[in-house]
């Protein structure tokens, strides 16, 4: 299966189709093909239409962590390759192609944003530890512990019976965590919810709620797939802020990683500080845009003011939200 191979859970079928339904978008569906007639390659693109603006995308952008053609990572040049020959031939005047991995970038660069990784291949939660400052550890093993003596503390991961419960207080405990406002992750609510429970039957759904007293303070949304963890989404409680519940919260998720025999802890996309004290490296993600005609290239150039305008607003919010806090999630990631 291609996206196995890609180790990429935003390259699932079951992502585009939920995906699809929830968007109501035109698919344009592309496979490549070698010699001998063995699929390498899906490019899973949309059509789509900002007034006489005719648009080529990838399936599964806005929710989408990390987009671009499902293939093995062998096979990466060939698609990539597929990618410019369809662009040359597909009926459009602009192709956007957003959070793509720098081996999938086909076109001009309008934005680049992080997409931190911690490497654990085999450490355990203690020597990924030793390789962080005295001052990071002291704290990773100091707020849990000070948690756990004033608190009856519980870390528990949510199943298929507590499900939708466990899914009402991700939300609920998000929005709290954005003093009600609503947040591009909780206007898709519905999508979320719909490929939550897909992903809970097939093995790849990582909810985790931490409860002080019985009563949650966080949750955890994530996904583990392939060799990887990915974090996604959290939600928490601002009264328990000055605990940082979050910073704990995520913590254990990559201690669970480790002790689990994952290969690597996904921060997805985003560049906010606190990523940095856990993450290795950052492969980093890129916004490509390539225009067809005169039409095209003014429609290109004024969606390229508009994304720098939106990047000023994103850097705004996540500096807001890091002096608030040193852990959460920005509002406007994705």
Request: glycine share 10%; aromatic share 8%; with cysteine.
């Amino acid at each position: 299966m291609l996206a196995a191979a890609s180790g990429n859970v935003f390259a699932t079928p079951e992502w585009h189709e939920q995906w699809l339904a929830w968007a109501g978008a035109e698919p344009l569906l592309h496979g490549l093909r070698d010699e001998s007639g063995v699929l390498r390659a899906v490019l899973p693109l949309v059509r789509e239409r900002i007034g006489p603006i005719r648009l080529l995308r990838y399936s599964g952008h806005g929710p989408g962590d990390e987009n671009g053609p499902v293939c093995a990572p062998a096979d990466r040049e060939s698609a990539v390759a597929g990618v410019q020959e369809l662009l040359g031939r597909a009926g459009h005047h602009v192709f956007i192609g957003e959070q793509l991995p720098q081996w999938a970038a086909a076109g001009r660069v309008l934005t680049r944003e992080g997409s931190p990784v911690v490497r654990i291949d085999g450490q355990s939660w203690d020597e990924l530890l030793a390789a962080r400052s005295r001052n990071f550890r002291d704290q990773a093993r100091r707020r849990e512990r000070k948690l756990g003596r004033e608190h009856d503390l519980q870390f528990r991961l949510s199943d298929g019976d507590h499900l939708d419960v466990d899914l009402a207080t991700l939300f609920r405990l998000h929005r709290a965590r954005w003093g009600g406002d609503q947040t591009s992750f909780s206007r898709r609510e519905a999508f979320y919810r719909g490929f939550a429970a897909v992903a809970q039957e097939r093995g790849w759904l990582r909810l985790w709620l931490i409860e002080l007293d019985g009563v949650p303070a966080a949750a955890w949304l994530g996904f583990r797939y392939g060799n990887s963890d990915s974090y996604y989404q959290l939600g928490r409680d601002p009264a328990w802020d000055s605990a940082s519940v979050g910073f704990v919260l995520l913590a254990h998720t990559i201690r669970e990683a480790a002790a689990d025999g994952r290969h690597e802890y996904r921060f997805l996309r985003g560049d906010e500080s606190y990523k940095y004290r856990f993450a290795d490296e950052d492969p980093g993600l890129v916004t490509v845009g390539v225009a067809r005609g005169p039409v095209g290239a003014v429609a290109l150039t004024a969606a390229v003011g508009l994304r720098a305008a939106r990047q000023r607003a994103r850097q705004t919010t996540a500096a807001i939200s890091a002096a608030r806090s040193s852990s959460g999630r920005s509002a406007s990631s994705r």
